[in-house]
């Protein structure tokens, strides 16, 4: 089993509507959980970090994490053509060890 | 600086030079990481450098690659007698423990 898991897409939304992108890892260690934009031909940046169980909301952005099924999600509100993009899943694992694992991403289209 | 500078934008070799790339990153951040990223691929960890710790060379593909960081700071990404299948783009990061800081990268072509 890989140690992130992402749907690699495309996922295709309407303008206006809601995207959800799911990531599932397997370290039960896993300490904090990030979420990245990458625009074709660009580097990914850093949009949501997730620490504790529960909604952590940021604009038209929620990450969602839950621990104990090991999964961690986010969600873009009113999606705009501009939100297309690969969106990494990634974590942090357990014991202090700041090396961060990738998901291979998942590529969402946002339909005007 | 403001953020993490990787240099040269885009390297074109011939198969069997050595290449050289560079990562400077964001002042006071303690940690630097090598990834790869191939054309439609995911980021595929390369080496960690941590302060003064033995750094985590467990993602180097192979010994033609090799890396240092000096005085804690800049960082250099060299692949010797380079093959077709080295051609990615190779991102350098640093981090405040809030996430990866990502340079632009630099795209390598092996030719």
């Known amino acids: 089993q890989k140690e992130v898991e992402q749907n690699s897409g495309p996922l295709s939304v309407p303008e206006g509507a809601i995207a959800s992108l799911n990531c599932t890892y397997s370290?039960?260690?896993?300490?904090?959980f990030f979420w990245y934009r990458q625009y074709s031909g660009k580097s990914p940046e850093l949009i949501m970090f997730?620490?504790?169980?529960g909604d952590k909301e940021d604009g038209r952005f929620t990450a969602q994490l839950n621990k104990a099924s090991q999964y961690v999600s986010l969600l873009i509100r009113d999606s705009q053509p501009s939100d297309s993009a690969t969106y990494l899943c990634?974590?942090?694992?357990?014991?202090?060890?700041?090396?961060?694992?990738f998901g291979i991403g998942t590529k969402l289209q946002v339909i005007p | 600086g403001a953020g993490v500078s990787q240099s040269p934008s885009n390297k074109v070799t011939e198969k069997g030079k050595d290449v050289e790339l560079r990562c400077d990153p964001i002042?006071?951040?303690?940690?630097l990481y090598w990834y790869r990223q191939s054309l439609g691929q995911g980021l595929e960890f390369l080496i960690y450098?941590?302060?003064?710790?033995?750094?985590?060379k467990s993602g180097l593909p192979s010994d033609r690659f090799s890396a240092e960081r000096t005085g804690g700071s800049v960082s250099t990404l060299t692949i010797q007698r380079t093959q077709q299948e080295d051609s990615a783009v190779y991102l350098c990061?640093?981090?405040?423990?809030?996430?990866?800081?990502f340079g632009s990268g630099t795209r390598l072509t092996v030719v």
């Open positions: 990061a640093s981090t405040d423990r809030r996430g990866y800081t």
């Open positions: 370290d039960r260690g896993s300490q904090s």
């Open positions: 997730i620490y504790s169980n």
């Open positions: 990634a974590l942090m694992g357990s014991g202090g060890y700041q090396k961060v694992t």
């Open positions: 002042s006071g951040h303690t940690a």
């Open positions: 450098f941590q302060g003064n710790s033995a750094p985590d």
